[in-house]
């Protein structure tokens, strides 16, 4: 009988199920979309029973799609979204929605976070640079001023994963990971931060046990067992956030390494081997998939710049890859591929939603620059593709900044399967871009992660050994090395010189 290691990747929009085998061959995939509510306009909030639901319908699906035996099925490991908050009762039972992480509403007592304990103390404390209205620690103190009969009932504030596993296995433990930016956890002391609490007003035992990530749990409960067709005997282990899960998945595991997810967001992991603190504030620091070390991580608009091109002017394309059932983004690269590197000199700030790290402005928005009669369409789509790379480039300075050399890029999400992007982005970092065969990366990593808690592998490095593969190696050509690099002096200077405009959108 296959031995076989079930994943589940908890994404903000949808969930993904799948199903490895001991040497990472990608058996089954499983996609449950969900919808979100916004009853206001900042306020993100999603059914708490609709992740499971959606659970249970993946595994069936993948049932269908791949029939195995229950007992085949060893272990089960998680990459979660973070932040997303259940409010839990004294019988295990949720009290309202879900609150999203993308969700605005605490931005008044984000503020009086800040000013109780000043952003400078949130990032010694928690590693993230300044308090935000998406950390759980402000939704908390949002439900108790707004929804008191929520907050004195809930027994338990747990993030999604947490969730999950108290649904599998009837334990309430959480992980460093996911733990980060809820901005009521030590990063450095591994523990709760205990002011923090106080001033929430809740107790550490209305939180999670913390364990580490990647650890063994315990067997999935005998009734959810039955209920879900799955042998009694399956191991639940922690996972990680859906981010480090990926970093893991396409073997980002080591200094040295930097991989980057081009999705709906922009997102850049690299782990370090010891907490390290950028002294501006530019990039925030998580724990990562594996103890005792760290990453620095951050994000920022992505492939939702291209997306919104594509779906706003790029019509015509987008019926001809439905008559032809293939992808739209495939006829983008056609075009793009044609016009020559730095884009005769049109720019773009890929900022629609407002910058993050290394240069986090909420007023940030999206500009081309220097286009003229000469310039077309085939332009403006390869611009975008040049401007996410300038923003990985800027990354990899600061990180330079802080003592941290970048010697190759991991590529991951929507935005690897564009050769054409990954050899632009080569290009403008200097440095080799790499691709991977399985294209779940974060199913992947959380599968690596439980197949490590489960004892089926000694250490992470073994698995990722055994399971990756790699797909494609980008080299820099360095005949587009002086071009790139006046370009990017160019994307620095016109976003500083934007900033005081920016800015004005804040007012």
């Not at 300044?130 to 108790?144: E, T």
């Amino acid at each position: 009988m296959e031995e076989l290691i079930l994943s589940v990747d908890l994404g903000t929009t949808a969930l993904k199920i799948a199903l490895f085998d001991n040497y990472g061959h990608l058996k089954a995939l499983s996609t449950q979309e969900y919808t979100l509510f916004t009853p206001v306009a900042s306020f993100v909030e999603a059914d708490a029973d609709i992740y499971w639901i959606s659970f249970k319908k993946g595994l069936e699906d993948l049932k269908n799609r791949y029939p195995f035996v229950p007992g085949s099925v060893r272990a089960l490991g998680i990459s979660a979204q973070g932040e997303t908050l259940f409010f839990i009762d004294k019988n295990g039972k949720p009290l309202r929605n879900a609150i999203v992480w993308m969700d605005n509403r605490a931005r008044r007592q984000a503020e009086i976070l800040s000013s109780e304990f000043t952003d400078e103390e949130c990032y010694r404390i928690t590693g993230q640079a300044a308090f935000d209205p998406c950390w759980p620690a402000a939704k908390i103190l949002w439900i108790r001023e707004n929804e008191p009969e929520v907050f004195k009932q809930a027994m338990k504030f747990l993030l999604i994963e947490d969730y999950f596993i108290y649904k599998l296995t009837g334990e309430f433990v959480s992980e460093g990971s996911l733990l980060c930016s809820t901005a009521m956890w030590d990063i450095t002391g591994k523990k709760w931060w205990p002011e923090m609490l106080e001033y929430l007003g809740i107790k550490e035992s209305n939180l999670p046990e913390i364990r580490e990530p990647g650890e063994y749990v315990g067997t999935i409960l005998p009734k959810v067992a039955d209920e879900l067709g799955l042998s009694g005997e399956m191991a639940v282990c922690t996972g990680a956030l859906d981010q480090a899960a990926g970093a893991i998945g396409v073997g980002n595991i080591s200094e040295g390494i930097f991989s980057e997810n081009i999705g709906a967001a922009l997102a850049i992991c690299v782990p370090v081997n010891r907490p390290t603190f950028d002294p501006n504030r530019k990039i925030p620091l998580h724990y990562f998939g594996i103890p005792d070390m760290y990453m620095m991580h951050t994000f920022t608009t992505g492939g939702m710049a291209l997306r919104w091109f594509r779906d706003n002017f790029c019509r015509m394309e987008t019926m001809l890859s439905d008559l032809l059932a293939n992808d739209s983004y495939e006829l983008l690269d056609k075009e793009a591929q044609h016009i020559p590197a730095g884009c005769e000199g049109l720019l773009m700030l890929p900022h629609l939603s407002g910058s993050m790290a290394p240069d986090a402005n909420p007023g940030a928005r999206g500009v081309f620059y220097g286009f003229t009669l000469k310039h077309g369409k085939p332009h403006f789509i390869r611009a975008i593709m040049e401007a996410l790379g300038y923003i990985i480039k800027r990354n990899i300075d600061v990180l330079n900044e802080v003592g941290i050399n970048v010697n190759e890029i991991r590529s991951l999400g929507g935005g690897s399967r564009s050769r054409l992007w990954n050899q632009i982005k080569s290009d403008i970092t200097g440095k080799p871009i790499i691709t991977m065969k399985c294209p779940e990366a974060a199913c992947l990593g959380a599968a690596i992660l439980a197949g490590k808690g489960m004892g089926i592998y000694g250490d992470v490095k073994t698995a990722c050994n055994e399971m990756i593969k790699v797909s494609e190696r980008f080299i820099p050509d360095p005949e587009k090395a002086t071009v790139y690099g006046r370009q990017y002096e160019n994307y620095k200077m016109l976003f500083n010189n934007l900033v005081e405009v920016f800015n004005k959108n804040l007012t």
